[in-house]
């Protein structure tokens, strides 16, 4: 089946470490972003790809890094210097052209710092 | 700047009733405007949108929406309730008229709770 899979599901992170989360398209794709989901706040964008190889940042990029090596891959790390990296994290796909395309989701990833 | 309101935290509608969930945008071009559907801690659905055309659209799961120029309103609706409608629901708008990438606004979401 046609999807986005991103992995882990879960994640726990020391203070100080960078950590990657996977999100993963076969829907062919060539827009990706990531979302981030914080209780009483919606979503929030942090990256979006266009097109393999280009990205921009989004409302919230500081602390994050992203890249597009691939259209089936757009991989987001949290660095150490995110300084509130608890919440839940969304990656999306979307047909580029036209831009009335709706978003697909992932499952997410739950990233929790102790 | 583009935004959407999502004016109630929270629905709470009795089974079988029918069921609105409100929302209200802001953008500077045409709208086109998205309804999405999460469950906990799931990713987010995509229910229905409009584009242009009629102002009622339909979408998955017997949901429907009404676009409102004039109010600048997009409410989600369903004539009648199930339990399994409980979730949370988010709108969602893009500037149409713009050249290039147009981003997503959303709102902060509604949680729908059907009671039995």
């Known amino acids: 089946d046609g999807g986005i899979t991103q992995s882990p599901k879960y994640l726990f992170r020391k203070e100080g470490q960078n950590v990657t989360l996977s999100c993963e398209q076969n829907l062919n794709h060539d827009a990706m972003y990531w979302y981030r989901q914080d209780p009483g706040q919606g979503l929030r964008l942090i990256y979006y790809s266009q097109i393999v190889n280009d990205f921009q940042k989004g409302d919230i990029a500081e602390g994050y890094s992203v890249s597009r090596e691939k259209k089936e891959s757009f991989p987001l790390t949290v660095t150490s210097a995110q300084k509130n990296p608890t919440a839940f994290y969304l990656c999306?796909?979307?047909?580029?052209?036209?831009?009335?395309?709706?978003?697909?989701f992932g499952e997410g990833s739950r990233l929790t710092v102790l | 700047a583009q935004s959407v309101a999502q004016p109630e935290d929270q629905v709470n509608v009795a089974e079988g009733n029918p069921l609105t969930v409100k929302c209200t945008y802001s953008?500077?071009?045409?709208?086109?405007l998205f309804w999405y559907v999460q469950y906990p801690n799931r990713g987010l659905q995509f229910l229905l949108k409009y584009i242009t055309g009629d102002n009622l659209v339909k979408g998955s799961y017997g949901f429907e929406a009404e676009f409102n120029k004039s109010q600048t309103s997009f409410h989600l609706k369903k004539p009648s309730a199930l339990v399994s409608d409980s979730a949370l629901y988010f709108c969602?708008?893009?500037?149409?008229?713009?050249?290039?990438?147009?981003?997503?606004?959303f709102g902060i979401g509604t949680k729908l709770q059907v009671i039995p």
């Open positions: 999306a796909s979307s047909i580029s052209t036209p831009n009335t395309g709706e978003l697909f």
């Open positions: 953008v500077s071009g045409n709208p086109y």
């Open positions: 969602a708008v893009r500037d149409g008229n713009s050249g290039g990438y147009q981003k997503v606004t």
